[in-house]
């Protein structure tokens, strides 16, 4: 068959978007132009692109560079595609900017560029506020580790005593450290009735050497922390207005809200009825589901949307999660079969989930304990991850109400699903298998 010359192949090949930022000649005599980043450039770009009747674009999404322009288009009306970089590399030796532009137009036209998913409108905000706080959490963070650095430099070992120097306990007997106190007596009597430490224990650990320059940098510390607890009642207060909003705009629940699963709330969740909440904007309840947390669900919706539409299948939300086996197959022969590098939060957070559920009496706790004694901690976390992935998908997609059947039936499933493939196979090596009868013993002690 004689081969086609690339005009030739450029003629078969039908274009799916005829208007995706390709200015002919005809339209304008400098087809390729190159525009500055400010934002009157970019708004010039866009009536650049009105005039030309362009009508969708596809972008590189590198960095947050990305952003500004994908936003002004999206006001203006664009189809906006924002694609992953790996997936338009330029042929090597040809890497200029015009180059990788004219590549990314010519794929996008004959429609062989995938979209990445992008939330819309106030579940984008809600999901940009989620994501400040989290920065401001990983940031107040920091500020524990100095407190802790400079009560072991005064030698006062209160966070080995305590669990969580930022709680009720912590917090008093930091705060009158730095105002001046140092009597164990009135440092130990601020504790909190819920503290499980004995008095005596937390009067030994509080008689330190106390120096100017630590006291100093204690208070610092502690000073930054609160500003950054601050910062985070702010996002929680946003937060709540956007979650009042999407309820306006969702209609009431079909189901009354189920009772919680959990009774105390996590660390760290936000300050917000979140359950009430998603239950009023999606219908259904997300924490019945074993490992998800209302702030879990809450960063879900946020980084997924509230319905899950732009995926077909819990196949395909689990594959772009990276959650499930990513075939290499070459000759008919499988050369791999792990499952991809990603940088998904939402695969990261339900990996933690899976971690914490190992340790429960449910039906995805024993799931995970059977296949980590068999394949491994690190392959039954993802495995367990993608399970709850589905849940969570058949949750939001199809409504389903899940109810965990216990630790006890999973494992006796898996053992009747262990009988039957030993009957099967004796069958077919001509035996049947029948269950032994144990004959009891009796000891008799005289």
Known sequence: MPRKSPSHLQRDLAPIHPHAAAVSPRCDPEPVRTFGTFTGDLQRLAAWFEQCRVTTVALESTGVYWIPLYEILTQRGFAMVVVNAREVKQVP????????????????????????????????????????????????????????????????????????????????????????????????????????????????????????????????????????????????????AVLERLQAQSPPPAVPLPPPRRAQPQAHEPAVPVRAALHAILGVDLTQIDGISPSLALKLVSECGPDLAAWPSAQHFTSWLGLAPHNKISGGKVLSSRTRRSGSRVAALLRLAAGAIGRTQTALGAFYRRLAARVGKVKAITATARKIAVLVYNTLRHGMAYADPGAAYYEERYRQRMLSNLRRRAKSLGYVLEKAELASTELVVS
């Open 93 to 240: 030796g040809r890497k200029t900017d015009v180059c990788d532009a004219q590549w990314l137009q010519r794929l996008h036209e004959y429609g062989l560029l995938r979209a990445s998913f992008q939330p819309q409108g106030e579940i984008a905000t809600l999901r940009s506020y989620l994501r400040q706080r989290e920065r401001l959490l990983e940031a107040a963070a920091a500020h524990i580790q100095h407190m802790q650095k400079a009560l072991t430099q005064m030698n006062l070992q209160l966070h080995h005593v305590v669990a969580d120097i930022t709680g009720q306990t912590g917090l008093r007997i930091i705060r009158a450290l730095v105002a001046g106190e140092r009597d164990p007596d009135r440092l130990a009597a601020l504790r909190d009735g819920r503290c499980k430490t004995p008095l005596a224990t937390l009067r030994a650990a509080l008689v330190g050497n106390d120096r100017e320059e630590h006291v100093f940098a204690l208070a610092q510390a502690l000073e930054l922390y609160e500003v950054y607890q601050t910062k985070v009642a702010a996002c929680d207060e946003r937060i709540a």
